[in-house]
């Protein structure tokens, strides 16, 4: 069991920019969820997928954000023309399907500087 | 919504003192209620969680939690606080989505 392994840990990006997030979940998980975090506030739910289904968007920060697992194995969450605001870390976690009670492991983070 | 509070920003203990830190929940139906540690510039760690029976939830790190539903609380605590125990704890509750987090609680232990 290697953990959730995400990349890059670390992102320094003018504004403008995209940026793509990279995350590896534990290999048995089927879902799979992305939050921010911002600085003295709690992690932010903003998407989850089920095996390669995105199965709630509505919590994306706008259209800017999208993200996408197409096989079902790692995921990527893309902000296209990157504001300062975005600034923020964005964690990767996974869980197993089934049931409420199924903990949920969190990644290092990737942390975005938007210049 | 699944909703949990953590009333305080900040709590400072001396270290071999107990600690509590204090969570509340909201919720629709049957709590599923977890805490997670972060240290500074790390993703979260899970340290433990209720789902059901015992109302006394023994976790990771000496951690434990107890569960009160007439309270509707949540209260992470340990014994005998350690100099390494100084991070930010969250409390969450579980949704047919995801984890709803608190704001967090920065927990300071001094020698």
């Known amino acids: 069991d290697t953990g959730v392994s995400q990349d890059p840990r670390h992102k320094i990006t003018k504004r403008g920019q995209n940026v793509t997030f990279r995350c590896d979940p534990i290999s048995e998980h089927n879902r799979l969820y992305w939050y921010r975090q911002t600085l003295g506030q709690g992690p932010e739910f903003l998407t989850y997928?089920?095996?390669?289904?995105?199965?709630?968007k509505s919590r994306l920060l706008s259209d800017r954000f999208s993200a996408e697992r197409p096989k079902g194995s790692f995921s990527t969450l893309e902000i296209q023309r990157t504001e300062q605001g975005d600034s923020a870390m964005y964690l990767c976690?996974?869980?197993?399907?089934?049931?409420?009670?199924?903990?949920?492991?969190f990644g290092e983070g990737s942390w975005l500087t938007v210049v | 919504a699944q909703s949990v509070a953590q009333p305080e920003d900040q709590v400072n203990v001396a270290e071999g003192n107990p600690l509590t830190v204090k969570c509340t929940y909201s919720v629709s139906g049957n709590p599923y209620l977890f805490w997670y540690v972060q240290y500074p510039n790390r993703g979260l760690q899970f340290l433990l969680k209720y789902i059901t029976g015992d109302n006394l939830v023994k976790g990771s790190y000496g951690f434990e939690a107890e569960f009160n539903k007439s309270q509707t609380s949540f209260h992470l605590k340990k014994p005998s606080a350690l100099v390494s125990d100084s991070a930010l704890y969250f409390c969450a509750v579980r949704d047919l989505r995801a984890l709803n987090f608190g704001k967090g609680t920065s927990l300071l232990v001094t020698p």
């Open positions: 997928f089920q095996n390669e289904a995105q199965l709630e």
């Open positions: 976690a996974s869980s197993l399907v089934s049931g409420f009670g199924n903990t949920i492991y």
